[in-house]
């Protein structure tokens, strides 16, 4: 039986539809090119026809709430509300155990009754209903006066089916990277720490989920899009995958043929890539984002990180490592700094009061980078999203090897590498799943959003996407965008445009890159 945390997931009776891959509908290549002739219902371009529900969830008001949960305010006029989904564990087995996913839309007083709605996922990075709010709240909202958003928080995290499967030291090994409030220790002894912390909740989890503690990855993740599919009775879905979410989108694409119909990849990471080679770009990105943070935060004038601000945040690292920053660990530290960055808004004082709480703890008062560390684990360190995401691992690191990456990569990437190299034991002891292969085709060219300093994945991984897309046979239009934070979508009302246009009727046409301003 599966066992899940609190009152979130009722382990239930009988589904009644399969939502393991199928051939769906015929798949359209490269926007059109060399398909067979539309169907009556298609439109006339050949692109996939989205459409509204035919049949409806029940949806309840829950802005209080979920502005609430993520300490956020509400955005005004906008209504969020809440619903939920249930779904067989197991898509492959529908008549098993199932749990409940959370859903949250997104929509303005001038959304059309009948406008198709976009489902987006942001993973296991944060929960995808915090990702909505932020969109809600920022320059992304433009896109809600045509198409309501709704976000499918991630099964595992807290509000779908939320996982209670690790001990309090091990969830502290994990938020430290095995440092847990020692910093009397030698690199060596950490990541053995590290390494047995993960391993025993590894075997914690897998006794505790067991037969399900291999069904957390992206294919699972995409099962669930597609009982959203099947739910709402349509034959295509609009997709938004931010981030990790972008692999998600990728596997119901390739799982579910033909059912994505518009297929939107905002700051995608690098999908199949293995374990290394992910940690490797994501040390070079952030490091970069950082990097642009302080050079705002000091064109802002009088940034309180002082002139140099990339060496203030490394004495504070510094300080974590060497247990002089009030209980915080380096990795919370940072984990802290890089989320606060990826979800401030785009303003001068959020910056300024993010660099205010780097600098207070530098000076030995750590309180209010404390609170940023405490949102950032309650954020990107539930169970559920430490679960989905080794069970995505591929090509996992042996712990002999770390050392040797530590050392290499913060000669790159200062403030960045050792913890990128660290957190790679975060999965030892996990068994391995089956990697989801990459679609051979796409019913639709791709939408997408390149941003350039993405401070949770560090961006790249569009570049990284080139040779899936030749594979697939399809031509993605690129939009970068040079602006701080996670999510171009979110934070970009050209970007919004250009998404708003591009799930209409007719293809979007030359050039396939663009660019926004940030």
């Given at each position: 039986?599966?066992?899940?945390?609190?009152?979130?997931?009722?382990?239930?009776?009988?589904?009644?539809?399969?939502?393991?891959?199928?051939?769906?509908?015929?798949?359209?290549?490269?926007?059109?090119?060399?398909?067979?002739?539309?169907?009556?219902?298609?439109?006339?371009?050949?692109?996939?026809?989205?459409?509204?529900?035919?049949?409806?969830?029940?949806?309840?008001?829950?802005?209080?709430?979920?502005?609430?949960?993520?300490?956020?305010?509400?955005?005004?006029?906008?209504?969020?509300?809440?619903?939920?989904?249930?779904?067989?564990?197991?898509?492959?087995?529908?008549?098993?155990?199932?749990?409940?996913?959370?859903?949250?839309?997104?929509?303005?007083?001038?959304?059309?009754?009948?406008?198709?709605?976009?489902?987006?996922?942001?993973?296991?990075?944060?929960?995808?209903?915090?990702?909505?709010?932020?969109?809600?709240?920022?320059?992304?909202?433009?896109?809600?006066?045509?198409?309501?958003?709704?976000?499918?928080?991630?099964?595992?995290?807290?509000?779908?089916?939320?996982?209670?499967?690790?001990?309090?030291?091990?969830?502290?090994?994990?938020?430290?990277?095995?440092?847990?409030?020692?910093?009397?220790?030698?690199?060596?002894?950490?990541?053995?720490?590290?390494?047995?912390?993960?391993?025993?909740?590894?075997?914690?989890?897998?006794?505790?989920?067991?037969?399900?503690?291999?069904?957390?990855?992206?294919?699972?993740?995409?099962?669930?899009?597609?009982?959203?599919?099947?739910?709402?009775?349509?034959?295509?879905?609009?997709?938004?995958?931010?981030?990790?979410?972008?692999?998600?989108?990728?596997?119901?694409?390739?799982?579910?043929?033909?059912?994505?119909?518009?297929?939107?990849?905002?700051?995608?990471?690098?999908?199949?890539?293995?374990?290394?080679?992910?940690?490797?770009?994501?040390?070079?990105?952030?490091?970069?984002?950082?990097?642009?943070?302080?050079?705002?935060?000091?064109?802002?004038?009088?940034?309180?990180?002082?002139?140099?601000?990339?060496?203030?945040?490394?004495?504070?690292?510094?300080?974590?490592?060497?247990?002089?920053?009030?209980?915080?660990?380096?990795?919370?530290?940072?984990?802290?700094?890089?989320?606060?960055?990826?979800?401030?808004?785009?303003?001068?004082?959020?910056?300024?009061?993010?660099?205010?709480?780097?600098?207070?703890?530098?000076?030995?008062?750590?309180?209010?980078?404390?609170?940023?560390?405490?949102?950032?684990?309650?954020?990107?360190?539930?169970?559920?999203?430490?679960?989905?995401?080794?069970?995505?691992?591929?090509?996992?690191?042996?712990q002999n090897e770390i050392p040797g990456l530590i050392d290499a990569w913060t000669k790159q990437n200062p403030l960045t590498g050792s913890d990128s190299a660290l957190s790679l034991m975060r999965c030892?002891?996990?068994?391995?799943?089956?990697?989801?292969?990459?679609?051979?085709?796409?019913?639709?060219?791709?939408?997408?959003?390149?941003?350039?300093?993405?401070?949770?994945?560090?961006?790249?991984?569009?570049?990284?996407?080139?040779?899936?897309?030749?594979?697939?046979?399809?031509?993605?239009?690129?939009?970068?965008?040079?602006?701080?934070?996670?999510?171009?979508?979110?934070?970009?009302?050209?970007?919004?445009?250009?998404?708003?246009?591009?799930?209409?009727?007719?293809?979007?046409?030359?050039?396939?890159?663009?660019?926004?301003?940030?």
């Amino acid at each position: 039986m599966l066992a899940l945390a609190a009152a979130t997931v009722t382990v239930v009776g009988v589904s009644s539809c399969a939502v393991g891959p199928d051939t769906g509908p015929e798949v359209v290549h490269g926007g059109g090119g060399g398909a067979q002739a539309p169907s009556s219902s298609e439109a006339p371009t050949g692109l996939p026809p989205i459409e509204a529900p035919r049949n409806e969830l029940d949806w309840s008001d829950c802005a209080p709430q979920t502005a609430n949960r993520w300490n956020v305010d509400r955005p005004d006029g906008v209504s969020v509300q809440c619903a939920d989904l249930t779904v067989p564990v197991n898509p492959y087995r529908p008549t098993g155990d199932t749990l409940t996913v959370a859903l949250t839309r997104a929509a303005v007083a001038d959304t059309p009754a009948d406008a198709v709605p976009v489902v987006l996922t942001s993973g296991s990075d944060l929960p995808s209903s915090r990702t909505l709010m932020m969109l809600a709240a920022g320059p992304g909202r433009a896109l809600l006066a045509e198409h309501p958003v709704v976000a499918i928080d991630r099964r595992g995290a807290p509000t779908s089916g939320e996982l209670d499967c690790m001990t309090r030291e091990e969830r502290a090994a994990m938020r430290s990277n095995g440092l847990a409030g020692d910093a009397a220790v030698s690199q060596q002894q950490r990541i053995d720490r590290l390494a047995g912390s993960a391993s025993s909740a590894a075997g914690g989890c897998t006794e505790t989920l067991e037969p399900h503690q291999l069904d957390f990855g992206e294919a699972f993740a995409a099962a669930d899009i597609e009982a959203l599919r099947i739910r709402w009775g349509v034959d295509q879905l609009a997709l938004v995958g931010v981030g990790e979410g972008s692999d998600v989108v990728l596997a119901y694409a390739g799982n579910f043929s033909g059912r994505a119909g518009r297929i939107i990849l905002d700051t995608p990471t690098p999908f199949g890539a293995n374990a290394r080679d992910r940690a490797a770009a994501r040390a070079t990105g952030v490091q970069a984002a950082l990097r642009t943070f302080t050079q705002r935060c000091n064109a802002n004038g009088s940034c309180p990180l002082g002139a140099d601000g990339t060496a203030t945040i490394a004495d504070v690292l510094a300080k974590g490592r060497a247990g002089d920053l009030g209980g915080l660990s380096d990795t919370a530290a940072l984990s802290a700094i890089t989320t606060a960055v990826a979800l401030a808004p785009d303003r001068p004082a959020a910056t300024t009061e993010t660099a205010a709480a780097i600098a207070a703890a530098n000076r030995g008062d750590t309180r209010a980078l404390q609170t940023l560390a405490d949102r950032a684990a309650t954020l990107r360190l539930a169970d559920g999203q430490l679960v989905a995401r080794c069970n995505d691992v591929s090509g996992p690191v042996g712990q002999n090897e770390i050392p040797g990456l530590i050392d290499a990569w913060t000669k790159q990437n200062p403030l960045t590498g050792s913890d990128s190299a660290l957190s790679l034991m975060r999965c030892n002891g996990w068994a391995s799943s089956t990697p989801v292969n990459p679609p051979s085709a796409l019913p639709v060219d791709p939408l997408l959003l390149d941003g350039a300093n993405d401070p949770i994945n560090g961006g790249g991984g569009a570049e990284a996407l080139g040779g899936l897309f030749i594979t697939a046979g399809t031509t993605p239009t690129t939009v970068s965008w040079d602006g701080l934070g996670y999510s171009v979508l979110a934070r970009s009302a050209c970007a919004a445009d250009i998404v708003a246009t591009y799930l209409g009727d007719e293809p979007l046409g030359p050039p396939t890159d663009r660019g926004c301003p940030s």
